[in-house]
């Protein structure tokens, strides 16, 4: 086995929150900046905390915008968030192999956990580190090392997994190694970033974890 431990993101990653938080943005942005935001706007900011996120709007609404946005992100949430395909089963394939598994993400404990929980993900999960778990969130490796900690492995045993430069920023600054989802919204942004590895889809991970994946002929 190459990996013991896959860290996770979330939104964007394991589950798809990408219609739920546009809506919720450009639902925050009509209220609170009328007819000055797109989504266009939105989508280059993906993956930070939403505090930063509501400053580059308006700082001087910025906890105005965030109630707004959770608001409209608790009543909808459900409607909107899917599981990406074949997540719930590698998941369950990877505990079945004693891989350890965390989620480290920039929200908040609460929706995170009821991401997880939506899909049964959360049993496969052994920790959760959010936003207000660190002095520093993501790319800052401060998430990552915490996760590792918690785990009780090493960084050379680990594996993150994510959709945005945050994630992989996070990981290398931590020393771990680093997968790109190519269902990201920022795929070729995240080519600047040299990921270890990508994924064209979830089951792409289980020979990367399991050490088994074929490498293309020369």
């Avoid at 000055?36 to 609404?61: S, W």
């Avoid at 999960?125 to 990552?144: G, H, L």
């Amino acid at each position: 086995m190459k990996y013991t431990a896959v860290l996770f993101d979330l939104d964007g990653t394991l589950i798809d929150t990408n219609e739920l938080i546009l809506a919720s943005f450009m639902h925050t942005l009509q209220e609170h900046c009328p007819g000055k935001f797109c989504e266009a706007d939105v989508i280059p900011h993906l993956g930070e905390p939403l505090q930063d996120q509501m400053k580059r709007f308006d700082p001087n609404q910025v906890e105005q915008m965030v109630h707004t946005y959770r608001v409209f992100n608790r009543a909808w949430h459900d409607h909107y968030v899917t599981a990406f395909p074949g997540v719930v089963e590698v998941l369950h394939e990877l505990k079945k192999r004693s891989v350890k598994l965390a989620v480290v993400t920039n929200k908040g404990r609460e929706m995170a956990e009821r991401g997880l929980q939506l899909f049964g993900l959360n049993k496969w999960i052994d920790q959760i580190v959010c936003v207000d778990d660190t002095s520093q969130p993501k790319p800052a490796p401060d998430m990552i090392l915490l996760a590792l900690q918690q785990l009780n492995i090493l960084k050379t045993e680990a594996v993150m997994v994510g959709d945005s430069r945050f994630d992989l920023l996070a990981a290398q600054r931590a020393g771990v190694d680093r997968i790109a989802v190519k269902w990201s919204l920022h795929w070729k942004e995240l080519e600047m970033y040299q990921p270890d590895d990508y994924l064209e889809t979830m089951n792409d991970l289980l020979p990367i974890v399991l050490g088994t994946k074929k490498e293309p002929a020369r």
